[in-house]
């Protein structure tokens, strides 16, 4: 039905639909926005683990936060998973969520802002204090008829952006150029490396002498060194965009430093699901090509023995230009590949499956199995000692989508139950 409509429905006038919402919302929770700081995070790829690191550096300085993320939602002391399949939820949902914050006592609300958000007006009627820009990489292009349409949309979170409030940009990102031309009364940029080209920032903040270990990475800000339990080089960026955001809200390096140094994981990212077996498993949200480089090239640091991949992609139109990047991307780094269903919608799995396979060498083992227990329980069941299994595309989400129903699901959940069956 709602496909339906909106072929008949002229999109100025979905536009201006999405638009009322937002305002309604804002009147009926009564702008509650206004009496908190507000942080909307965009980009790509880390939205959610910069929320959550963003956040507990918050926490540690002793300030009472929320966030809405596609990782979890919070309020004060209560935390969930986001059972949505939204990363940004409806208008009245963030409107409502606000004002709760509010009420709890929050001082900060961290909102991951997308750009089918952006698209459908969520982000209007919140007053952003800071907004931040961590990456960007090809996603969404059908939905937005190309990358520099999804590049402009994302821009409109810094069109946003309150009178006096400040930004935050990537410099090392292509990008950056773009998302530093906005204004804003200070402009923080960071980086890994330094550059020669002149960006429009009043401060950089560098992370050196970076170090990328099996167990974790490390690096230097202003003379302090910071050891974090999180693996690969992409999480240096998400902890360097969470200090930056700690340092704009005049966090110490030390408190800063003690937060970001105490958290063992991001959950569904990279998480590790371990019951005394003798390989290694990672749940992630992967989805994107992008995603799936890094993931790969850090599995392959991690054991110089097989990977065994496990992922589909979603249904619905989604993104069908990346399901063979995907498969490519697998198959030049996994040694057996099971493709399954992630979330189908109402598109044939197979079909689903079939464009993925398109991009698969043919000199790798390939399985299709599109019952996703099934295809988890034996990648589980292929491994041997020191291999690696990768879980990919659905991270922490609670339910998966096949037809018109949402069935409940957490990879991290079947994994653990899997491995049981194993040593039973």
């Known amino acids: 039905m709602k496909d339906l409509l909106r072929k008949i429905i002229p999109e100025f006038l979905?536009?201006?639909?999405?638009?009322?919402?937002?305002?309604?919302?804002?009147?009926?929770?009564?702008?509650?926005?206004?009496?908190?700081?507000?942080?909307?995070?965009?980009?790509?790829?880390?939205?959610?683990?910069?929320?959550?690191?963003?956040?507990?550096?918050?926490?540690?300085?002793?300030?009472?936060?929320?966030?809405?993320?596609?990782?979890?939602?919070?309020?004060a002391d209560k935390e969930w998973l986001n059972p949505y399949h939204l990363t940004m939820p409806g208008r009245m949902f963030i409107q409502k969520t606000l004002k709760e914050m509010v009420k709890n006592g929050c001082e900060y609300a961290l909102i991951e802002v997308t750009s089918e958000g952006i698209k459908q007006h969520r982000h209007n009627f919140i007053d952003f204090d800071t907004v931040v820009f961590t990456n960007l990489?090809?996603?969404?292009?059908?939905?937005?008829?190309?990358?520099?349409?999804?590049?402009?949309?994302?821009?409109?979170?810094?069109?946003a952006l309150k009178k006096n409030g400040k930004s935050i940009i990537n410099l090392d990102d292509l990008n950056a150029d773009y998302f530093s031309q906005f204004k804003a009364k200070e402009r923080v940029g960071f980086?890994?490396?330094?550059?020669?080209?002149?960006?429009?920032?009043?401060?950089?903040?560098?992370?050196?002498?970076?170090?990328?270990?099996?167990?974790?990475?490390?690096?230097?800000?202003?003379?302090?060194?910071?050891?974090?339990?999180?693996?690969?080089?992409?999480?240096?960026?998400n902890a360097l965009t969470a200090i930056s955001i700690s340092l704009l809200e005049k966090i110490s390096l030390n408190k800063i430093k003690l937060a970001l140094e105490n958290i063992k994981v991001i959950p569904?990212?990279?998480?590790?699901?371990?019951?005394?077996?003798?390989?290694?498993?990672?749940?992630?949200?992967?989805?994107?090509?992008?995603?799936?480089?890094?993931?790969?090239?850090?599995?392959?640091?991690?054991?110089s023995r097989k990977i065994i991949s496990v992922f589909g992609s979603a249904g619905g139109g989604r993104d069908k230009w990346k399901r063979p990047k995907l498969g490519k991307i697998a198959s030049q780094y996994s040694d057996y590949i099971i493709l399954t269903n992630e979330d189908p919608y109402n598109e044939d799995p197979i079909f689903i499956i079939n464009g993925i396979k398109k991009g698969i060498s043919n000199s790798v083992n390939l399985e299709k199995i599109t019952d996703r227990r099934q295809a988890i329980s034996k990648a589980l069941k292929l491994a041997k000692e020191k291999d690696i299994v990768l879980i990919l595309g659905k991270g922490t989400?609670?339910?998966?989508?096949?037809?018109?129903?949402?069935?409940?699901?957490?990879?991290?959940?079947?994994?653990?139950?899997?491995?049981?069956?194993?040593?039973?």
């Not at 990489?137 to 810094?158: D, I, M, Q, R, V």
């Not at 009043?202 to 230097?220: H, Q």
């Not at 990212?269 to 992008?290: G, W």
Request: charged share 30%; with cysteine; hydrophobic share 40%.
């Open 191 to 237: 980086s890994i490396r330094p550059k020669d080209r002149k960006l429009k920032v009043d401060k950089i903040i560098l992370g050196a002498d970076c170090k990328i270990e099996k167990t974790g990475v490390s690096f230097i800000v202003k003379d302090t060194r910071f050891c974090l339990k999180l693996l690969g080089k992409f999480n240096i960026y």
């Open 268 to 303: 569904g990212r990279m998480e590790e699901i371990s019951d005394s077996q003798n390989f290694r498993v990672f749940v992630d949200l992967a989805h994107t090509p992008d995603s799936f480089e890094q993931v790969f090239k850090l599995a392959k640091k991690l054991s």
């Open 397 to 424: 989400e609670a339910t998966m989508v096949i037809g018109s129903c949402k069935i409940p699901w957490d990879d991290r959940r079947v994994v653990k139950e899997e491995l049981g069956k194993l040593y039973a």
């Open 14 to 75: 979905i536009n201006w639909y999405h638009f009322f919402l937002a305002f309604l919302g804002s009147v009926i929770y009564g702008f509650s926005s206004r009496k908190l700081k507000i942080i909307g995070i965009t980009g790509t790829k880390g939205k959610s683990t910069t929320v959550y690191l963003a956040g507990k550096a918050l926490e540690g300085a002793g300030f009472k936060v929320g966030w809405i993320s596609s990782l979890s939602i919070k309020i």
């Open 137 to 159: 990489a090809p996603e969404h292009l059908e939905a937005h008829g190309g990358f520099e349409n999804y590049k402009k949309t994302k821009g409109k979170l810094f069109k």
